[in-house]
């Protein structure tokens, strides 16, 4: 079966089944993509937005995903884990999405959180959370990945992919779309100058270890990440 339509299996079946609850009705928010893949964390930019009206232009981007090489299955994690609330399969701490390759090779698996917030909140601060952004990411991860490990199934389907990604895309506040707005160029030019450079790449030394061979990248918007 490929792995797509497995993932969409073990979630609308496995997953309750592991809590002894009923199947029907569980839907699995799950989309194939090839080319580029602009993601958001949709909740976070509508609290954003409705509290700063100078932010209602933004294009709420902050993960570009390459998937022109192998199509991908992306599936809205929170979303689908939101349908648990109040039960015992409750997950408090979840990812964003669940990135799978959509091909029968089994080659890719990846768990995806999401940020927009200034650099100094991505690493620890004295902010509401201390260690910063980038561990808060690191931790919502571990934790949707344990909680699917319980299920024996879910487990082999998810460790036996050779390459294990804990993807954590972030967007500097003060970053600009791609596409600057017209008559914005002094605006967009200031808020590049005020953005570190681009960054992605293996952060194993700044954060806790995932565990299960999973490495941790960070992809730093408008960077963007090839599947």
């Known amino acids: 079966m490929r792995d797509e339509l ?9 997953y309750p089944q592991e809590y002894d609850l009923d199947t029907h009705g569980v839907v699995v928010d799950m989309t194939i993509h090839r080319g580029l893949v602009e993601l958001s964390d949709s909740k976070a930019c509508d609290d954003c937005q409705g509290h700063r009206p100078r932010r209602a232009q933004c294009d709420r981007v902050n993960l570009r995903l390459d998937t022109s090489a192998s199509p991908v299955a992306i599936v809205d994690f929170e979303k689908y884990v939101n349908q648990f609330d109040n039960t015992v399969a409750a997950m408090r701490d979840r990812c964003d999405y669940l990135l799978v390759d959509a091909t029968d090779e089994h080659n890719k698996i990846a768990f995806c959180d999401l940020t927009c917030s200034e650099e100094k909140y991505v690493n620890p601060n004295d902010g509401k959370y201390p260690l910063g952004k980038r561990a808060k990411a690191s931790a919502q991860m571990k934790k949707s990945l344990e909680r699917l490990l319980l299920d024996p199934l879910m487990a082999h389907y998810i460790l036996t992919f050779p390459e294990k990604i804990c ?34 790449g293996t952060l194993a030394k700044e954060i806790s270890i995932i565990g299960h061979n999973f490495r941790f990248v960070q992809v730093k918007f408008p960077s963007e990440y090839k599947w």
């Open 6 to 14: 497995l993932i969409d299996r073990l979630l609308q079946v496995h």
């Open 167 to 200: 993807l954590f895309g972030w967007r500097d506040y003060y970053a600009p779309d791609v596409t600057p707005l017209r008559g914005d160029a002094a605006r967009n030019m200031l808020a590049f100058m005020r953005t570190p450079s681009a960054n992605s």
